[in-house]
Structure formats: C-alpha cells, structure tokens
C-alpha cells in the first residue's frame, strides 16, 4: 500500500523560513514516483484544501498559487521518492495544515480532485 508521509511542522515568526518534506514508500504498480506529478494542498479550519505548488514528474515543470509564487519552492528528489517545500518570507495567513499529493491520474494538475494518494498533513503555524 502507497503512503505518503509529511514532516517538518513547526511553529515561526512571520518572515522566517520552514522546509517541509514528504516521502513515498509502498508500491506503486505500474505507475512509479518518478512519473507521478506531486503537489502541496494547504487547510485552514473551515476553509477547504486548497493548491500550494506542484511539480512534474521530472522537476522540468513547477506552478504555484498566487499567495505564495515567489516565496514558495517545490522540488523533488526521484531517487528518494521525496518533494520538498521550501517556504521562505512565511506570513501568519501561510498558517495551515499542509498535505503532499500524488496522482497516477494526470501528468499535471492544480485540481484538488486530479490528486488520488494523500498524507495526513503536518501542520504549519505562522506568528505575527
């Protein structure tokens, strides 16, 4: 069974810097981590998940969400089935639970629905 697994929660200031990571473990059948496209979701309490950042299977292609373009930065490491997020110049409304996606659906989305293998989340609080 695929399992996703996030770390790197933690507690900042506004204007500091949080890396959080996730590893793939479990097999994947026909379809490895290497071709998968992978993608942060963030959730705040009574809001609904909403798209980060997400990367292309080769790391050539990376979109992001306009609250964090600029700030934010996906990547991936293929021989360690992992992604990473680099979140610099955090701000409190970056405050959230932060979930990796994986999708054996597409080759590339934003769409919440385009993502079926998901981690618990680890959560990010941002303080003024």
């Known amino acids: 069974q695929v399992q996703l697994a996030e770390s790197g929660r933690g507690l900042v200031q506004a204007g500091e810097s949080l890396n959080v990571s996730c590893v793939l473990s479990?097999?994947?059948?026909?379809?490895?981590?290497?071709?998968?496209?992978m993608a942060w979701f963030r959730q705040v309490p009574g809001n609904e998940r909403e798209f980060v950042a997400v990367?292309?299977?080769?790391?050539?292609?990376?979109y992001y969400a306009d609250s964090v373009r600029g700030r934010f930065t996906i990547s991936r490491d293929n021989a360690k089935n992992t992604v990473h997020l680099q979140m610099n110049s955090l701000k409190p409304e970056d405050t959230g639970l932060y979930y990796c996606?994986?999708?054996?659906?597409?080759?590339?989305?934003?769409?919440?629905?385009?993502?079926?293998?998901w981690g618990q989340g680890t959560q990010v609080t941002v303080s003024s």
């Open positions: 996606a994986a999708s054996t659906r597409v080759s590339f989305g934003i769409r919440r629905e385009e993502f079926d293998l």
């Open positions: 479990g097999r994947t059948g026909r379809r490895p981590f290497s071709n998968m496209p």
């Open positions: 990367i292309s299977w080769s790391g050539g292609s990376t």
